[in-house]
């Protein structure tokens, strides 16, 4: 075939012979041989004719050699391009023969001149004809370039591929616009396909030079050149052709134009962005809004970058190019702003995503990917929003962050409601081809997150979730079975809370200073919720494994500007301790450790750091004197545990802390300590006692001890009152603390005294022989504080509390009584514990032991036989001795002994034991008989620490009737009596017959008895018989 003569016959036999057999798709493998073989011959000859033609001197012929072989090209196009191109779209892609289909035809356009393509076109008898030709030839290109037929190492063929179609996409861009663009004949979808197209080759990984190697790179420029230039500017200017039309493909074509636009090839995006433009300028003519173009932009963004593409140039550049042309028209001026403006933002934000998105430590994959998720909150994208709720989900999922993960799904269940009304939002994971409505997206949302609470232990909010799935199953949907497997999962829940050790965890706060981090951390301060367990030195580990280049300050102060704004890295970390929130609930109140210690390390959004220096004269032998603290508190953005482990620091606040106050500090914290221990023990007596035995141990052996010996040198000497006289109150409260340890210790050693075993029982004697001489010496100093305990009714604690019985002036600190409903307060209280008959009091009462000692309550209260029984009463009541009669009264009364006697008073009184001694007071009271003995309870102002168990009763004797309370006796008039005076007390008060029997027919009257009438003669008649007394009755009976 090399020859003319033998050319010519064989291919007007061999062309139509492989026309027919690849139409009939036979003999591929001999078809692909003979065809190759031709196109080879024809290539040669071609190639001949080209250099004969390029010689100088006469050419007719040369010439004529090139006009021979143009017909046997133009046979082989017509004839054979359109099956081949059939047998490349029929062919599977795994099949071996397509890939030689691919290079036939590569050879046969390679071969086509721009001769051979017009006379090819004009061969279609019909419009129709060509665009089906166009459309099918589009598609086949672009799946050609999506899915490439050659191993990636090939890159000669993939190199001549892409030439190849680069020649024939830009004739084919000639023959739309001179055939589908003017008038009736544009086709929207044709030029939509030749867009995308020529989007999709320019995009394409083989042409992405940036990926090779420096040496590849110039190869491919000095044989092939950088085809994106060329194919980019055939975008440019067949998009400039549309003309009007341009709106047309608006917001389709933004993310095509948008995907060019990120190509990292400087000439090429200075070329495209202005496209970009345009449409935006034809977007804000046809709706005079940019809505449209911000969500398309804003989804191919996030795609692309996400992809890999985009960097911190094109930010810039992109940012620079829309600004400029923005100026050049007024009507944008604003909307383009805003709209750069929110592009800008976005792009700064995917690239911090991406930066770290494959990082081995994904702790700021994270906190990117919650930037992009608030992101797109403000800014009301809510699909992209929850899409990027999921990613987080999924990521803390992975390194068991459940916690997190629980707050990161409740994001997505507060968007919904408890309606059937179809779910607009996309569906994520398991549950969505069974999830319909809002209602079932919502309930599924809420179990799962119900299991991430229950493994991350966070029962508490797992139980919040519970009840409003309860409350749904109870009063909406009424599925009791439901209803009653949420419950038991909830009583499940509250068990776990006081029966399963569930360790705080730690707070830490970083610093990452210095130019070389990312612009979301450089020279900021987050907060780190620490795991079970985990030590600050492996926390510093993982912190500092991405960048291992940085550095560790040891210093805990703040940087100066020569650290923050140096190049470089250095990362600050220490430990930090939540500052507990106002828990007004749990004041006043017996509540379990278990529950007090979550939410003192839960929910908590400032943290504080106290950093110790030394200020003024030092004191070698006492350092507490000169210790002063700078304490720093700091506020994150939100609340901790949240959708992260850890939040950034919105403001820092710095106090200073003088040596008396850090003093009064850490002996607060001590007591709490020592009462906290005292509270597990009582409510769990199988825990060990070691931690127990080394808290006392610290505290009350003189081998280990020194902080009270420090402070008494250091503040409660004589010469620092008198140099110090503004801080008087200070002091007090110091004395007051350290006189209320002396309880407290007394308790903790007797619970250990209790538990201690045979082994330990030297170190148990050691304990309380210290203590002994350190209860000596406070209560010497500072005067004596009792503890005292009611017991335990099933709704819980009523009266438990440290007593004080110290020096005059002096203020308890310690536990007062306390229930929901109303509280015992006042100043200086007593009660007393062996209360034989309960006295009903709605007015402030004073009693004391024996009638001797006696204080004011600010509330009613009402105790029952020895301190066993407490009730709160909502009105005024008497009980008779015993218990034994009782009645409501409408004002205030006061029953004698056993309830026989009793006045009605109009004025305030008092009266003794059996009614035969009485005085005065300045307000109504109503007294019992058989007072055995009192004790004072707190002050009102002063801060009342928890209730906590009683404590084990003592066995009393059987109380005696008291004798008149001296604390009643009103002063004779005239000057006060001397110390050593005495008084004889003044004789019984009788009561008439009279007064005795109205109060006896009010008190059947109460009773719903009928009174008798009086005789017809108006005598008296006989008095009432006493009556019979009843059996006691619960107060909530009466």
């Not at 707070?507 to 620490?530: E, M, S, T, W």
């Not at 209860?775 to 709704?795: C, D, H, N």
Request: hydrophobic fraction near 35%; glycine fraction near 8%; include cysteine.
């Amino acid at each position: 075939m090399e020859g003319e003569e033998c050319r010519e016959p064989l291919l007007q036999v061999a062309v139509p012979l492989l026309q027919d057999l690849m139409e009939k798709g036979e003999e591929d493998k001999a078809c692909i041989e003979l065809l190759s073989s031709i196109l080879e011959v024809l290539h040669q000859a071609q190639k001949r004719a080209e250099e004969l033609e390029a010689q100088p001197g006469p050419g007719e012929e040369q010439h004529q050699e090139l006009v021979r072989v143009k017909p046997h090209v133009r046979l082989v196009l017509e004839r054979l391009l359109h099956p081949v191109t059939r047998r490349v779209i029929v062919l599977d892609r795994q099949s071996s023969l397509r890939c030689h289909y691919v290079a036939c035809m590569a050879a046969i356009l390679s071969q086509m001149d721009t001769e051979h393509y017009r006379s090819y076109i004009k061969a279609f008898p019909s419009r129709v004809e060509l665009m089906d030709f166009l459309m099918e030839t589009f598609i086949l290109f672009k799946d050609l370039i999506g899915k490439a037929v050659y191993p990636s190492d090939w890159m000669v063929m993939s190199m001549v591929q892409n030439r190849e179609l680069l020649r024939i996409i830009n004739r084919f861009g000639s023959t739309l616009t001179e055939t589908f663009l003017s008038g009736d004949s544009f086709e929207l979808q044709l030029w939509n396909s030749y867009f995308h197209l020529a989007v999709a080759f320019l995009t394409q990984g083989s042409l992405q030079l940036e990926r090779f190697s420096q040496a590849k790179r110039s190869s491919i420029l000095a044989r092939y050149g950088d085809m994106r230039a060329t194919i980019g500017a055939s975008i440019r200017d067949m998009w400039y052709s549309l003309g009007p039309r341009r709106i047309e493909f608006i917001p389709g074509m933004v993310g095509p134009i948008l995907e060019v636009t990120l190509v990292p090839e400087p000439q090429l995006r200075e070329a495209s962005i202005p496209i970009l433009f345009d449409r935006m300028l034809c977007e804000h003519q046809l709706s005079r809004s940019l809505a449209r173009l911000e969500d398309e932009v804003l989804r191919q963004l996030d795609t692309g970058v996400e992809g890999g593409r985009g960097d911190e140039q094109y930010k810039e550049l992109l940012e620079s190019v829309l600004l400029s042309c923005c100026r050049g028209h007024p009507e944008l001026a604003e909307p383009g702003q805003s709209f750069v403006a929110l592009v800008t933002g976005l792009l700064e934000r995917l690239l911090d995503y991406r930066a770290v998105r494959n990082d081995e430590n994904k702790t700021y994959s994270m906190s990117c990917t919650v930037n992009l998720l608030n992101f797109y909150k403000e800014i009301g994208r809510q699909a992209m929003y929850i899409r990027y709720l999921y990613k987080l989900r999924d990521l803390h999922v992975t390194y068991e962050n459940y916690t997190e993960g629980a707050y990161t799904l409740l994001l997505h269940a507060r968007l919904l409601e408890w309606s059937d009304e179809a779910s607009a939002a996309p569906v994520q994971g398991s549950q969505g081809p069974a999830v319909r409505t809002q209602r079932q997206l919502k309930e599924a949302l809420y179990k799962q997150i119900i299991g991430y609470f229950d493994q991350g232990k966070m029962w508490e909010e797992a139980i919040l979730i519970c009840k409003e799935l309860a409350e749904q199953y109870e009063s909406e949907l009424f599925d009791y079975e439901l209803l009653s497997d949420i419950l038991q999962r909830e009583a499940g829940f509250y068990e776990k809370i006081l029966k399963v050790l569930r360790p705080s965890p730690d707070y830490f706060a970083v610093g990452y200073y210095r130019q070389g981090f990312p612009p979301f951390l450089r020279n900021k301060v987050f907060i780190y919720r620490g795991k079970e367990y985990e030590r600050r030195e492996d926390f510093e580990l993982q912190l500092l494994s991405p960048f291992p280049s940085a550095e560790r300050l040891k210093s805990t102060s703040p940087p100066g500007q020569d650290i923050t704004g140096s190049p470089g890295q250095y990362i600050q970390c220490f430990t930090v301790q939540p500052a507990e929130e106002g828990r007004g609930r749990f004041k006043d109140r017996s509540i379990p450790e278990q529950i007090t210690s979550f939410y003192r390390a839960n929910h908590v959004q400032r943290f504080s750091y106290s950093r110790p220096f030394k200020k003024g004269p030092e004191d070698p032998d006492n350092e507490f004197a000169n210790m002063w603290i700078e304490r720093t508190t700091f506020l994150t953005a939100y609340p901790l545990p949240g959708i992260l482990r850890w939040f950034a620091v919105t403001s820092t606040t710095t106090a200073i802390i003088s040596p008396l106050e850090n003093a009064i500090e850490t002996m607060m914290k001590t007591n709490e300590k020592i009462m906290s221990e005292i509270s597990r023990h009582r409510q769990d007596p199988g825990l060990p006692i070691n931690p127990l035995s080394m808290l006392l141990s610290g505290i009350v052996d003189p081998a280990v001890m020194g902080g009270l010996a420090k402070y008494e040198m250091a503040f409660l000497q004589e010469s620092y009152v008198r140099e110090h006289p503004e801080e008087q109150e200070s002091i007090e409260k110091l004395k007051d603390l350290i006189a209320w340890q002396v309880p407290l210790l007394a308790e903790g050693i007797r619970l250990h005294g209790q538990k201690v075993t045979g082994e330990l029982r030297p170190f148990h004697e050691r304990l309380e022989q210290c203590f002994g001489q350190l209860r000596a010496k406070v209560q010497r100093q500072y005067g004596l504080r009792e503890m005292v305990s009611a017991e335990r009714s099933p709704r819980g604690w009523h009266r438990t509390g440290p007593v004080r019985a110290g020096p005059a002036g002096t203020k308890p600190w310690g536990w007062s009584c306390s229930r929901e409903g109303g509280s015992v307060h006042g100043d200086s209280t007593a009660v007393g514990l062996e209360l034989h008959t309960a006295v009903g009091l709605s007015v402030p009462v004073a009693l004391g032991a024996g009638g001797s000692r006696g204080r004011w309550l600010s509330g009613p209260v009402a105790l029952g036989a020895g301190g066993s029984r407490c009730r709160w009463l909502s009105g005024p009541v008497a009980l008779g001795a015993g218990g034994s009669r009782c009645r409501w009264l409408s004002v205030p009364v006061a029953l004698g002994a056993g309830g026989s006697r009793g006045r009605w008073l109009s004025g305030p009184v008092a009266l003794g034991a059996g009614g035969s001694r009485g005085r005065w007071l300045s307000v109504p009271v109503a007294l019992g008989a058989e007072l055995s003995s009192a004790a004072p309870l707190s002050r009102p102002g002063s801060a009342p620490p928890r209730c906590s168990p009683p404590l084990p009763r003592q066995p009393q004797a059987p109380p005696q009737a008291p004798a008149a309370p001296q604390w009643m006796n009103p002063p004779p008039p005239g000057p006060p009596p001397s110390p050593g005076a005495s008084r004889a007390p003044p004789g019984p008060r009788r009561i008439s017959s009279a007064v005795h029997e109205t109060f006896l027919e009010l008190s059947d009257a109460a009773a719903g008895k009928a009174t008798p009438a009086p005789p017809a003669d108006g005598s008296k008649g006989p008095k009432s018989p006493p009556l019979p007394s009843p059996r006691f009755k619960r107060f909530s009976q009466l």
